[in-house]
T-cell receptor, first 113, second 114 residues
Framework: AQSVTQPDIHITVSEGASLELRCNYSYGATPYLFWYVQSPGQGLQLLLKYFSGDTLVQGIKGFEAEFKRSQSSFNLRKPSVHWSDAAEYFCAVAGFGNEKLTFGTGTRLTIIP | DSGVTQTPKHLITATGQRVTLRCSPRSGDLSVYWYQQSLDQGLQFLIQYYNGEERAKGNILERFSAQQFPDLHSELNLSSLELGDSALYFC?????????????FGPGTRLTVT
């Protein structure tokens, strides 16, 4: 069975500081990996996705993520956070022929001035 | 705006009642997914439809059912409601069946069961 672990429930960073949100996955075959963001009272928005190829993927809003098969990880990074990045971030996994998304428990990001 | 619409935005009802949540996918998307987001269970996949046919089932209770109509909109029916069914219900749509496509989420329907 596929699963996703986001070990950090809540992270606080200063505006302008760098960010890394951790994600570990479990999947028996080649995973399709996603990061979604949910702002308060909103639906989920896709930030970026990894299907194959280059293990460093770029997304919207200046985010990037690196797929490391040996570590079963897909960590999300941003070099300099903005106050508008405050939100809940979800890592998700799916597979070929199995399109349902399995989500992690989410990481809530707080930005302090 | 993802292009996925969900109605109603909020729904308050009593235990034992039945409600219907509606979703209109993005134009051209044939796949519709339903997810439930609650504090204790997190985000969970409920069910997927593709072009009117049930494609995959997740942690969907027997009291819940869904369908996708010829115009591709979908409805999620929740019956014999319990307090624990209070949650945010999301619909998402996707354009790919072969392989894995990106999913676009609607704003959700917040269901409160009292």
């Amino acid at each position: 069975a596929q699963s996703v672990t986001q070990p950090d429930i809540h992270i606080t960073v200063s505006e302008g500081a760098s960010l890394e949100l951790r994600c570990n996955y479990s999947y028996g075959a080649t995973p399709y990996l996603f990061w979604y963001v949910q702002s308060p009272g909103q639906g989920l928005q896709l930030l970026l996705k990894y299907f194959s190829g280059d293990t460093l993927v770029q997304g919207i809003k200046g985010f990037e993520a690196e797929f490391k098969r040996s570590q079963s990880s897909f960590n999300l990074r941003k070099p300099s956070v903005h106050w508008s990045d405050a939100a809940e971030y979800f890592c998700a996994v799916a597979g070929f022929g199995n399109e349902k998304l399995t989500f992690g428990t989410g990481t809530r990001l707080t930005i302090i001035p | 705006d993802s292009g996925v619409t969900q109605t109603p935005k909020h729904l308050i009802t009593a235990t034992g009642q039945r409600v219907t949540l509606r979703c209109s996918p993005r134009s051209g998307d044939l796949s519709v997914y339903w997810y439930q987001q609650s504090l204790d269970q997190g985000l969970q996949f409920l069910i997927q439809y593709y072009n009117g046919e049930e494609r995959a089932k997740g942690n969907i209770l027997e009291r819940f059912s869904a369908q996708q109509f010829p115009d591709l909109h979908s409805e999620l029916n929740l019956s014999s409601l319990e307090l624990g069914d209070s949650a945010l219900y999301f619909c998402a749509s996707s354009s790919q069946l072969a392989g894995v496509g990106e999913q676009y989420f609607g704003p959700g329907t917040r269901l409160t069961v009292t």
